[in-house]
């Protein structure tokens, strides 16, 4: 199973930029999707991007042209830069491997007005 750490996460001015990572243990990281989701108080948890082990991207709308989703294999590290930030990107923000359902543990993101 693959296991994932987030980091990253902090707090923020709106307007501001974080970029989160994502880092698993083991090689096979390289072949498989992951995704970004994020979860409110009180709303359910929602995707936010994935990117494929051959590096295909998808957004969520809300945060297309503000997010960007990239990925290093050399160093098993996928990346959520995340610029003008808003006060509804207040969340705690997970990584997910898609092939395993393995998640990691979470990283909190407050973004003040």
């Known amino acids: 199973q693959v296991q994932l750490v987030e980091s990253g996460g902090g707090l923020v001015q709106a307007g501001g930029s974080l970029r989160l990572s994502c880092t698993a243990a083991r090689s096979i990281f390289r072949i498989s999707t992951i995704n970004w989701y994020r979860q409110a108080p009180g709303k359910q948890r929602e995707l936010v991007a994935g990117?494929?082990?051959?590096?295909?991207?998808n957004y969520a709308d809300s945060v297309k042209g503000r997010f960007t989703i990239s990925r290093d294999n050399f160093k098993n590290t996928v990346y959520l830069q995340m610029n003008s930030l808003k006060s509804e990107d207040t969340a705690v923000y997970y990584c997910?491997?898609?092939?395993?359902?393995?998640w990691g543990q979470g990283t909190q993101v407050t973004v003040s007005s």
């Open positions: 997910n491997a898609y092939e395993t359902s393995t």
């Open positions: 990117i494929t082990g051959g590096g295909r991207t």
